[in-house]
């Protein structure tokens, strides 16, 4: 079991910056990655930014390409969100996820998927 706790939504300007953070405990050396998400009401969520434990790699939605970036993740048990250059159509509840997998005999054995509360971000015009 994970759990993980947002923080650092808020209001802006467009164009300005917020950082979201969010902190996982529990069975955190299960974590293989974690991402965040965003949803508006009556849209599915959609996936935002993911970074990889091991690796490191990221990756990002086209949509915030070259404004966001995610961080940590890694042996610290929070993971970052630092966003650039809001745009109105960033504002969104932001929820954090973290995928975790046992692996039994080498093989993958309990996938599972844990989520925050989620964290409100409004840009305004």
């Known amino acids: 079991q994970v759990q993980l706790v947002e923080s650092g939504g808020g209001r802006v300007q467009t164009g300005g910056s917020l950082r979201l953070a969010c902190t996982a405990s529990?069975?955190?050396?299960?974590?293989?990655?974690m991402a965040w998400f965003r949803q508006v009401p009556g849209s599915q969520r959609e996936s935002v930014a993911v970074i990889f434990k091991d690796s490191g790699a990221t990756k990002y939605a086209d949509s915030v390409k070259g404004r966001f970036t995610i961080s940590g993740g890694g042996a610290q048990n929070t993971a970052y969100l630092r966003m650039n250059s809001l745009k109105p159509e960033d504002s969104a509840v932001y929820y954090c996820n973290a995928h975790t997998l046992i692996l039994k005999k080498g093989m993958p054995y309990k996938p599972a998927d844990y989520w925050g509360q989620g964290t409100q971000v409004t840009v305004s015009s």
């Open positions: 529990g069975s955190i050396d299960t974590i293989v990655s």
